[in-house]
Every structure is written in structure tokens, then in C-alpha cells.
């Protein structure tokens, strides 16, 4: 059964910057493309960076400029840098396939930017 452990989280104040891992079980990782995911409170959740076996990679509009996803299949894990954090990038953080189907959710991360 694939596990997803999300880490990397914290609170900062707007500016700064996190770097979140993914660490990915299981021998699926190198042929997928990985995705991730944020859940603001009250909201549902949204995809804002996927990243393909090819790392080729998109991104939110909200994001884009600021966040850079990146994978490393030796260690099966998926990352995203987060800089220029604004209060609105507030929420959990999870990762997940980035294409067709869903693993069971992790547990997240959570990220605070205060203002």
C-alpha cells in the first residue's frame, strides 16, 4: 500500500520562505507524475504544482513564480519550494498522483504565513 508523508511546514511570516518533502512508499514512484495539493480552511482543495516523470512541470496562477516543485526518484520524494509566502498560501499541504486517481491522503503539512 503506497504511503505519503508529507513534512516540511511551519510558520513563517509573509516574504519568507519553506521547503516541503513528500516522501512517497512503494516502487510507483519514477512513473508517475506527483502533484501538490492545498487545502486553505474553508476551502476545498487545490492543485498548485504538479511535476511529470519527464519533471516537466505547472503551476497555479496564484503560485506561479513563487513555488518550484521538483522530484528525486532515488529517494522518491517530491518537494516544493515556496518563497515570497503571502498570508493566502495558508492552508495544508499534501501531495499526491498529479495525473488520473487519487492514493489515500497523507496527513499534510501545515503552512502559516502571517501578515
Do not use: H
Not at 519568507?16 to 487545502?39: D, H, K, P, T
Not at 482543495?45 to 516537466?56: P, Q
Not at 509566502?85 to 489515500?104: A, I, W
Amino acid at each position: 500500500q503506497v504511503q505519503l508523508v508529507e513534512s516540511g511546514g511551519g510558520l513563517v511570516q509573509a516574504g519568507g520562505s519553506l521547503r516541503l518533502s513528500c516522501a512517497v512508499s512503494g516502487n510507483i514512484f519514477s512513473i508517475n507524475a506527483w502533484g501538490w495539493y492545498r487545502q486553505a480552511p474553508e476551502k476545498q482543495r487545490e492543485l498548485v504544482a504538479r511535476i511529470t516523470s519527464a519533471e516537466n512541470a505547472n503551476y497555479a496562477d496564484s503560485v506561479k513564480g513563487r513555488f518550484t516543485i521538483s522530484r528525486d526518484n532515488s529517494k522518491k520524494t517530491v518537494y516544493l519550494q515556496m518563497n515570497s509566502l503571502k498570508p493566502e498560501d495558508t492552508g495544508v499541504y499534501y501531495c499526491n498522483l498529479g495525473g488520473n486517481g487519487r492514493y489515500s491522503w497523507g496527513q499534510g503539512t501545515q503552512v502559516t504565513v502571517s501578515s
